[in-house]
């Protein structure tokens, strides 16, 4: 059986467009619809936190430290063996808090995600996974925590993932397509299966060409 990691933020854990933290049930989220394409031969692990960015810290009571990049290595280990690891991140760096451009989050998915995998991971494990890198879908012009300039930074995580994706031999899943619900950030229901069909495609055509 091959096994996929999903690790990402509230659109990998399935959050409603303008809930209370509501799940959208497991039928809707795309790792579970991914499950379904892929059939009885893939097991995909689900690994999405509400708030969790790509590299800029972000404390809250009980959740505690939602920086991804200091969670990667341990949900990496905790779920080996392992085939392909899918990376979705960056919205929660945009917000007013953080500031941060698609362009740094870029810059951390290849310093503290690729880099671990390809130089720390791959020498202690039989079998290296393939990653796959998912740019986050574009931030919505009416969404309150971020500012004008930062939703148009959103516009560029295709162009800077797919950059890094293309230098490391990485899968890459852009966000064409994908549409935002009434609070502009979460991923509505039509898109979660879009976003899981995409998936399936990269990773289908992957290996058949191997």
């Known amino acids: 059986m091959k096994r996929i990691l999903c690790f990402g933020d509230s659109n990998t854990w399935g959050y409603v467009p303008s809930s209370d933290a509501e799940r959208y049930p497991a039928s809707i989220r795309y790792p ?3 499950a379904s394409l892929l059939g ?13 960015t790509m590299c800029s810290d972000d404390l ?78 574009v931030v919505g012009d009416g969404y309150d925590k971020v500012s004008n300039d930062v939703i148009d930074e959103s516009k560029y995580f295709n162009e800077e993932y797919q950059k890094i994706a293309e230098k490391h031999n990485c ?19 039509k898109s979660h299966l879009l ?3 995409k998936i399936y495609k990269v990773i289908k055509d992957y290996e058949s060409s191997k």
């Open 171 to 189: 899968l890459f899943v852009d966000n064409n397509g994908l549409e935002t619900g009434s609070d502009y950030i979460h991923l509505t229901e």
């Open 32 to 34: 579970r619809v991914l």
């Open 60 to 137: 809250k009571e009980l959740v505690g430290n939602r920086n991804g990049k200091l969670a990667f290595g341990g949900a990496v280990y905790s779920t080996l063996p392992l085939d392909y690891i899918l990376i979705m991140l960056g919205s929660n760096d945009l917000k007013y808090i953080h500031k941060d451009t698609a362009k740094h989050c870029a810059e951390s998915l290849e310093k503290d995600y690729i880099y671990k995998v390809e130089q720390k991971l791959a020498g202690k494990i039989k079998n290296s996974p393939k990653i796959i890198i998912v740019a986050p879908s």
């Open 195 to 197: 976003l899981a069909e």
């Open 40 to 52: 009885n031969d893939y097991e995909v692990i689900e690994e999405g936190l509400p708030g969790r």
